[in-house]
Each structure stands twice: as structure tokens, then as C-alpha cells.
């Protein structure tokens, strides 16, 4: 009895430590995360403590404290039988560490080796920071002893050391402990990135056999290598050009001033690939039509397929009544003769310029010079002009609204339409009293050329500030492929502008400039050449504007077969013909 009446606690034999926690210590002590298990191991390894009052060992539950996972516990229970061995095996002679653990200072006890405190502590000194999810099995380690005052085990330690880092990092294997030598963590995290990048090597191989990428690395070198020998140097097409307007001008000026039935001449209207910046190779090709205007006109179909019409002149004074027949139909083999006539006359004054022979069926009086040992042609079209509504057979064709919208379908449709002196077949096949030689067919060139210049679904495409797309340079590789199996082969019949209707109808199922980008050249190539071969399978391609006329139907279809073979025969082979 003490003289204040209570008795004094005898000290346990077993208990090394001297001094018990005062107040302050206990305050501080309250701060720090309660360690599962703590009162438990403590009774076992002999080290109790005075119990405290219950109120002033209750917490606060400590809500950023991550809770203990499965491998963690079992860590745990492992560290303890570790530790019990331990504690077997000492002597009186201690070794007392430090642990720096949050200001709070653990002694730990061992003999002769170091404890897996303290080489966790090292380790953590050396480890660099990984990436958030990295999941590191902690060196099973005992728990330090403490006495009188609680100390944070290994795991929650190693925890705290640790950032958080984010999932699907490396994970570092389990360092080796035996006679204290370890790898690195920088070595560990080498090793697994390695593995890592090895193991997505292998995943990108089977995904994409490297063949297969050699062979599409290939076909856009070649592709982009022919487009650069298609290119047309500047210079040549400045010189081309300055011919060919000068001459159009001579004729315009002779047209208006000796023709009476063609005084009326509008401002030629300059159509076709190299107008479309479509040329390929030289700028060996020009067509420039010259609008004849007519404001009152009856036109009727000739044929089922929409394409051609019978045109007859309203009452009125007009220049071209000379040219009508009694059934008051205008003869459009009788204009496009005077026409040639006036041309001729023209062109005599300009020695450098050849007028070749008529072709059958042709409307264009063609013209010929060389500039820079280069011969180009010029073909001169007389037309009509017609500023009515169109058509009916165009109701169901020129679908583009899914592509540049249903205002510009219908700015174009404002727009007049023109009729050339062409036909198909024999000249005197008639049709209701009208013979095939003196009707029209009708011409959407204009439409065509601002469809091409404004291509994309957006407005800014292969603009400088917007994005490129690869249409033109597929339909450049189309009009090649199809010019040199032209020559190797028979398929005269087949022309560019099959080529230029293919395109615009990719383009309608095609619609987003997405669709068509610049660095997808060898797969929209290859998309455009899948479809002009269903096209020829099946001797089908339908005029974009007048969906009731086929393009192929005057074609031979075997030959039709034939020319979607070698295309295919091409696009399988890598294109060797570009070689």
C-alpha cells in the first residue's frame, strides 16, 4: 500500500521495458491508425500493457485509411509466426533500431542478421516511384516489438511509403531476401517493362502479320510514287494554257463577228480533267464548249434511257431557225456542220494549228499544235444552253444529299443545263420521225466540275486550313491503271469518264471526308477499284444524273469481264504494272 492507499503493480520479470507511457505520449499515441491484431500479439510475445480506460482507447475510425487486403493478412499472419521464432531464439544482448515510423520510435530486436524492418527500410530508400497500380508483395517481415508505445507494422509502413500509382503498371516481383542481396527496383522495373513491350510486339504481331504490313507499306510506296510522275510541272501547264486561250479567243471573236447563226456565242465554258485539276501526266488535253443561248424550247426524249432529246424552237426570232426541219425539230447534224465550217475558217490563219477528221458520233471539232515538242489537243463543242428546270428522267438521280446536303443539290438543280449534238448508234435510226443524227444529248459538265472543286462533306476540305482528303488522287490512279491496260489490251471502248462516274458514286456511299483521308490512299484506292469492278461484273454503272441510262450498256459485256480481271489481277498483285 502506497500512502495514498492504492497498491503498487509489481513489475512482470518478463517485461523489458522501463517506463510507461505518460499522458502526453498516450495523446499522441491516439493519433497514429490502430494495427489489427496489436493486443493480441502483445499478450503472446509478453510484452502487456496497462489497460486504459475504455474511453480513452476508443478512436475515431480513420476513413482515408485504405482497408487491409486478403494478401496483406495472410502476409500478416506469417510475419507473426516468423516473429515468434525469433523471439525464441534471443539472447539478453539486444540490438535496438530505429524505425523512422511517422515521429513514433520502434525497437526491434535481433541477433545477428538484420530484421526485415530494417531491410525494408532500405529498400524503400533506393525504390523509385512506380506507376500507381503496381502491386508489390511486400518481404515478409515480423513485426516489430514495441513497448509500452505502438508502432506501425512492415506492410502499413511500406504502404505509406509507396504513391498511389494507376492500374496496368509493371508489376515488381518478389525481391529476394536470402543473404541480404536483392535486385533493384530500377532493375525490377526494367526487366518487367521489357517483358511488357515483348509481350505487346508479339500481341501487335498476331493482330497484323508483319507480311501484311510489308506488303501495304509497299503498295503506298508505289501508289504515292505514281502520283509524283503524274504530277504536271507548272511551267508546262503555263504554257499549255496561254495556247489554248489564245486560240479559243480567235475563234470566239471570228464566231461573233462572220457567223450570223452563232453571233450569239456566250463566254466558252472550260470543262473537263484539266479544268477539274484531274490531269494527269501532260497537259496534253483541253475541251472548252461554246453555249449557244435558247430561251424557248420544246425538248422530248429520244430512246428509254433518258439521255438524248429532240429539241424544237418555240415561235420567236431566232438565229438558229435556219437549222430547223418541217417537223420543227432543229438538226443538230446540220448545226454542228456549219459549225466545223466556221472553225476551219478560223483556224487557216493560224498555221500551227491541224484540224483532224470528223469521228463518227463525235460533237467536238478537234484542234492540234505541239508546245515543247508536246502535242495537245483543244475540242471545241458547240452546245446549247437551256435555263429551264431539268429533266424529269434526273428526278431520281443526283443523290447527294447524304454528301454535300440538300441545299447544294438544290443550288445546282437551279443552275441551266446544256445539250451537245451527239448520238449514239446508227445516224439514221429513227424515232417518231426524228433521226438519231440530228438530236442532243444532255450535259451536266459544269455540275461535274463544281462537285470536284468542292469535294468535301466539309467546307474547309483540302483547303489550306482544313483537312486533306485522297478522292482526286484515287481517281488520278484509277484514270492511269485504266490508260495502260488500254494499252496492253483491247479496251478502247472504255474511257475516263466511267472512271470520274465511279468516283462521284463512291463518294454518295462514301460521304464523310473521314472516309477519305489523305493516309488511307492505298485503302480508298483499293474500296474505288472494288467498285468499279462490281460495275463491270455485273455491265452496270448507271449515269450519276440520269439513273435510267447505263454507261455499259453498249459495251461488249465479256469485255467488261475481262477489264475487272486485270484490275483485280492488279490490286491483288500489288500493282506491278505502276512499276
Same mark, same amino acid.
Given at each position: 500500500?502506497?500512502?495514498?492507499?492504492?497498491?503498487?503493480?509489481?513489475?512482470?520479470?518478463?517485461?523489458?521495458?522501463?517506463?510507461?507511457?505518460?499522458?502526453?505520449?498516450?495523446?499522441?499515441?491516439?493519433?497514429?491508425?490502430?494495427?489489427?491484431?496489436?493486443?493480441?500479439?502483445?499478450?503472446?510475445?509478453?510484452?502487456?500493457?496497462?489497460?486504459?480506460?475504455?474511453?480513452?482507447?476508443?478512436?475515431?475510425?480513420?476513413?482515408?485509411?485504405?482497408?487491409?487486403?486478403?494478401?496483406?493478412?495472410?502476409?500478416?499472419?506469417?510475419?507473426?509466426?516468423?516473429?515468434?521464432?525469433?523471439?525464441?531464439?534471443?539472447?539478453?544482448?539486444?540490438?535496438?533500431?530505429?524505425?523512422?515510423?511517422?515521429?513514433?520510435?520502434?525497437?526491434?530486436?535481433?541477433?545477428?542478421?538484420?530484421?526485415?524492418?530494417?531491410?525494408?527500410?532500405? +529498400?524503400? $530508400?533506393? &525504390? =523509385?516511384?512506380? @506507376? *500507381?497500380?503496381?502491386?508489390?508483395?511486400?518481404?515478409?517481415? #515480423?513485426? !516489430?516489438?514495441?513497448?509500452?508505445?505502438?508502432?506501425?507494422?512492415?506492410?502499413?509502413? +511500406?504502404? $505509406?511509403? &509507396? =504513391?498511389?500509382? @494507376? *492500374?496496368?503498371?509493371?508489376?515488381?516481383?518478389?525481391?529476394? #531476401?536470402? !543473404?541480404?542481396?536483392?535486385?533493384?527496383?530500377?532493375?525490377?522495373?526494367?526487366?518487367? +517493362?521489357? $517483358?511488357? &513491350?515483348?509481350?505487346?510486339?508479339?500481341?501487335?504481331?498476331?493482330?497484323?502479320?508483319?507480311?501484311?504490313?510489308?506488303?501495304?507499306?509497299?503498295?503506298?510506296?508505289?501508289?504515292?510514287?505514281?502520283?509524283?510522275?503524274?504530277?504536271?510541272?507548272?511551267?508546262?501547264?503555263?504554257?499549255?494554257?496561254?495556247?489554248?486561250?489564245?486560240?479559243?479567243?480567235?475563234?470566239?471573236?471570228?464566231?461573233?463577228?462572220?457567223?450570223?447563226?452563232?453571233?450569239?456565242?456566250?463566254?466558252?465554258?472550260?470543262?473537263?480533267?484539266?479544268?477539274?485539276?484531274?490531269?494527269?501526266?501532260?497537259?496534253?488535253?483541253?475541251?472548252?464548249?461554246?453555249?449557244?443561248?435558247?430561251?424557248?424550247?420544246?425538248?422530248?426524249?429520244?430512246?428509254?434511257?433518258?439521255?438524248?432529246?429532240?429539241?424544237?424552237?418555240?415561235?420567236?426570232?431566232?438565229?438558229?431557225?435556219?437549222?430547223?426541219?418541217?417537223?420543227?425539230?432543229?438538226?443538230?447534224?446540220?448545226?454542228?456542220?456549219?459549225?466545223?465550217?466556221?472553225?476551219?475558217?478560223?483556224?487557216?490563219?493560224?498555221?500551227?494549228?491541224?484540224?483532224?477528221?470528223?469521228?463518227?458520233?463525235?460533237?467536238?471539232?478537234?484542234?492540234?499544235?505541239?508546245?515543247?515538242?508536246?502535242?495537245?489537243?483543244?475540242?471545241?463543242?458547240?452546245?446549247?444552253?437551256?435555263?429551264?428546270?431539268?429533266?424529269?428522267?434526273?428526278?431520281?438521280?443526283?443523290?447527294?444529299?447524304?454528301?454535300?446536303?440538300?441545299?447544294?443539290?438544290?443550288?445546282?438543280?437551279?443552275?441551266?443545263?446544256?445539250?451537245?449534238?451527239?448520238?449514239?448508234?446508227?445516224?439514221?435510226?429513227?424515232?417518231?420521225?426524228?433521226?438519231?443524227?440530228?438530236?442532243?444529248?444532255?450535259?451536266?459538265?459544269?455540275?461535274?466540275?463544281?462537285?470536284?472543286?468542292?469535294?468535301?462533306?466539309?467546307?474547309?476540305?483540302?483547303?489550306?486550313?482544313?483537312?486533306?482528303?485522297?478522292?482526286?488522287?484515287?481517281?488520278?490512279?484509277?484514270?492511269?491503271?485504266?490508260?495502260?491496260?488500254?494499252?496492253?489490251?483491247?479496251?478502247?471502248?472504255?474511257?475516263?469518264?466511267?472512271?470520274?462516274?465511279?468516283?462521284?458514286?463512291?463518294?454518295?456511299?462514301?460521304?464523310?471526308?473521314?472516309?477519305?483521308?489523305?493516309?488511307?490512299?492505298?485503302?480508298?484506292?483499293?474500296?474505288?477499284?472494288?467498285?468499279?469492278?462490281?460495275?463491270?461484273?455485273?455491265?452496270?454503272?448507271?449515269?450519276?444524273?440520269?439513273?435510267?441510262?447505263?454507261?455499259?450498256?453498249?459495251?461488249?459485256?465479256?469485255?467488261?469481264?475481262?477489264?475487272?480481271?486485270?484490275?483485280?489481277?492488279?490490286?491483288?498483285?500489288?500493282?506491278?504494272?505502276?512499276?
Amino acid at each position: 500500500m502506497t500512502g495514498r492507499g492504492r497498491p503498487r503493480k509489481a513489475k512482470s520479470p518478463d517485461t523489458k521495458c522501463a517506463k510507461s507511457p505518460t499522458r502526453a505520449e498516450e495523446t499522441k499515441q491516439g493519433s497514429l491508425p490502430r494495427c489489427s491484431g496489436r493486443a493480441k500479439e502483445e499478450k503472446q510475445n509478453g510484452t502487456t500493457k496497462e489497460q486504459k480506460p475504455k474511453k480513452r482507447q476508443q478512436k475515431k475510425p480513420n476513413h482515408n485509411e485504405e482497408k487491409p487486403s486478403v494478401q496483406s493478412t495472410q502476409s500478416e499472419k506469417t510475419t507473426k509466426h516468423f516473429t515468434e521464432e525469433i523471439g525464441k531464439q534471443q539472447k539478453t544482448s539486444t540490438v535496438s533500431t530505429k524505425a523512422p515510423v511517422q515521429g513514433t520510435k520502434a525497437k526491434n530486436y535481433a541477433r545477428r542478421a538484420k530484421s526485415p524492418e530494417q531491410f525494408t527500410e532500405e +529498400t524503400m $530508400k533506393v &525504390q =523509385p516511384v512506380l @506507376p *500507381k497500380c503496381t502491386t508489390v508483395d511486400p518481404v515478409k517481415t #515480423t513485426k !516489430a516489438k514495441t513497448c509500452g508505445k505502438k508502432a506501425k507494422s512492415t506492410e502499413q509502413f +511500406t504502404d $505509406k511509403m &509507396q =504513391p498511389e500509382i @494507376p *492500374k496496368a503498371s509493371v508489376q515488381v516481383t518478389k525481391a529476394k #531476401t536470402c !543473404a541480404g542481396r536483392t535486385k533493384s527496383p530500377e532493375n525490377l522495373t526494367e526487366e518487367t +517493362t521489357k $517483358k511488357r &513491350q515483348k509481350s505487346f510486339k508479339s500481341t501487335r504481331e498476331v493482330c497484323e502479320p508483319q507480311d501484311k504490313c510489308k506488303d501495304k507499306a509497299g503498295v503506298d510506296s508505289i501508289l504515292y510514287t505514281t502520283l509524283d510522275t503524274l504530277k504536271i510541272k507548272k511551267d508546262e501547264r503555263s504554257d499549255a494554257s496561254k495556247v489554248i486561250n489564245n486560240i479559243v479567243r480567235n475563234i470566239m471573236e471570228h464566231l461573233k463577228k462572220n457567223s450570223l447563226s452563232f453571233k450569239e456565242v456566250q463566254e466558252p465554258l472550260r470543262t473537263g480533267s484539266y479544268y477539274e485539276n484531274l490531269k494527269i501526266s501532260n497537259p496534253d488535253e483541253f475541251d472548252v464548249m461554246l453555249p449557244i443561248p435558247v430561251d424557248r424550247v420544246d425538248i422530248e426524249p429520244f430512246g428509254n434511257d433518258g439521255a438524248f432529246y429532240s429539241v424544237a424552237l418555240k415561235r420567236g426570232k431566232s438565229p438558229l431557225t435556219k437549222f430547223q426541219q418541217e417537223t420543227g425539230i432543229l438538226s443538230a447534224s446540220e448545226m454542228l456542220k456549219e459549225f466545223r465550217e466556221e472553225v476551219t475558217k478560223c483556224v487557216k490563219t493560224f498555221k500551227e494549228w491541224e484540224m483532224t477528221r470528223k469521228k463518227k458520233g463525235c460533237p467536238a471539232v478537234t484542234l492540234t499544235t505541239e508546245v515543247n515538242s508536246v502535242t495537245i489537243s483543244l475540242d471545241v463543242v458547240l452546245c446549247l444552253v437551256v435555263k429551264s428546270s431539268w429533266p424529269a428522267f434526273t428526278k431520281d438521280g443526283f443523290k447527294i444529299e447524304g454528301w454535300l446536303g440538300t441545299k447544294m443539290r438544290q443550288q445546282y438543280k437551279y443552275q441551266p443545263y446544256y445539250l451537245v449534238p451527239k448520238y449514239e448508234g446508227r445516224g439514221t435510226a429513227e424515232s417518231d420521225g426524228v433521226l438519231a443524227k440530228d438530236v442532243w444529248r444532255v450535259s451536266f459538265s459544269h455540275v461535274e466540275k463544281a462537285i470536284l472543286k468542292n469535294h468535301g462533306s466539309e467546307k474547309t476540305c483540302c483547303e489550306e486550313a482544313g483537312v486533306r482528303c485522297c478522292r482526286k488522287d484515287c481517281l488520278k490512279l484509277l484514270k492511269h491503271l485504266l490508260g495502260l491496260l488500254k494499252e496492253r489490251g483491247s479496251f478502247d471502248k472504255f474511257c475516263s469518264y466511267h472512271a470520274k462516274t465511279t468516283l462521284l458514286h463512291a463518294c454518295c456511299s462514301r460521304t464523310r471526308d473521314t472516309d477519305w483521308q489523305a493516309s488511307s490512299l492505298s485503302h480508298c484506292f483499293q474500296m474505288l477499284l472494288k467498285d468499279f469492278e462490281d460495275h463491270l461484273d455485273k455491265g452496270v454503272l448507271y449515269n450519276f444524273f440520269i439513273p435510267t441510262q447505263n454507261l455499259l450498256s453498249g459495251l461488249n459485256q465479256e469485255k467488261c469481264r475481262s477489264l475487272a480481271k486485270c484490275i483485280k489481277d492488279q490490286r491483288n498483285n500489288g500493282f506491278p504494272i505502276f512499276k
